[in-house]
């Protein structure tokens, strides 16, 4: 029997940030620490586990597992591919600077196998909601519209976006992406016909050239990706840099099945 996960409420952690320890240091930590103990978070359609690790401090850092052995399978993606997606959503985000996705490594050994641990992100509840941030924080979440266009995220549920103890506002959950052939699905459509930032387009620009030239940090997907993928993810950020327009909501079926 599988331990169901206690989700944090009055005890101690060790936490760690992308603001405060280097962003190397985070993720060394989730890939090489002691695992203490993993719980399954009860809901969701592939296994998921919230771990203790060991990182030498008398707390405890929590992280986010998801084994390749508990991916579920689906007829829009090849069997076994989730994690590594998980992993190249937050390559992508680093590569962009943008900061969307919170640190995550691909971890050899754990419990359950092979798969990504992502740092936890310690967070209020009520601010673990899209509707809840989307007036508060709109450039945040126009810049994670961005995002889920370039990774064609056909997945972004309102709980899939959260705003931590220090005010920034992340995306989690992104096994669901860089498909060639399903398209978005979000319940980010505020900003249709509005123009994408000059940034974010500038990011965009530079991003999709280190991957045409294979260099860069962007250069870890072809790794994690196949090849047409990466070439559908270079299309796609082409076209917005080409014409940097946010789209409308055209059809029911670009909306998750289930909003949170």
């Not at 829009?76 to 900061?99: C, H, I, K, M």
């Not at 798969?115 to 810049?143: C, I, N, P």
Request: hydrophobic fraction near 40%; charged fraction near 25%.
């Amino acid at each position: 029997m599988v331990e169901v996960a206690r989700f944090p409420d009055g005890q101690q952690f060790y936490r760690v940030h992308p603001r405060t320890h280097a962003v190397d240091d985070i993720c060394a930590f989730l890939r090489d620490s002691e695992i203490l103990h993993a719980g399954l978070i009860p809901w969701g359609s592939n296994y998921t586990f919230l771990v203790t690790l060991n990182v030498g401090e008398p707390d405890p850092l929590l992280g986010v597992y998801k084994p390749l052995h508990g991916e579920a399978p689906l007829w829009d993606f090849p069997n076994g591919t989730l994690y590594r997606r998980e992993y190249a959503a937050f390559v992508l985000s680093e590569a962009l600077g943008w900061q969307i996705v919170p640190p995550t490594v691909i971890r050899e050994e754990g419990p359950h196998g092979i798969g990504t641990m992502q740092l936890y992100m310690h967070h209020d509840r009520k601010d673990a909601d899209y509707f809840a941030l989307r007036e508060r924080h709109s450039r945040e979440v126009k810049r994670m519209a961005v995002f889920d266009l370039i990774v064609n995220n056909t997945d972004r549920k309102a709980g899939h976006c959260l705003r931590d103890e220090r005010g920034h506002v992340w995306g989690i959950d992104h096994g669901l992406t860089f498909n060639l052939h399903s398209g978005l699905r979000t319940v980010i459509w505020d900003f249709g016909g509005e123009r994408i930032p000059k940034r974010l387009v500038q990011d965009m620009k530079r991003v999709g050239d280190d991957l045409h030239v294979r260099q860069g940090m962007a250069c870890k997907l072809y790794d994690l990706l196949f090849e047409e993928e990466i070439e559908a993810l270079r299309e796609r950020m082409q076209k917005l840099v080409q014409n940097p327009v946010m789209p409308d909501l055209r059809r029911r079926r670009s909306v998750p099945w289930s909003f949170y």
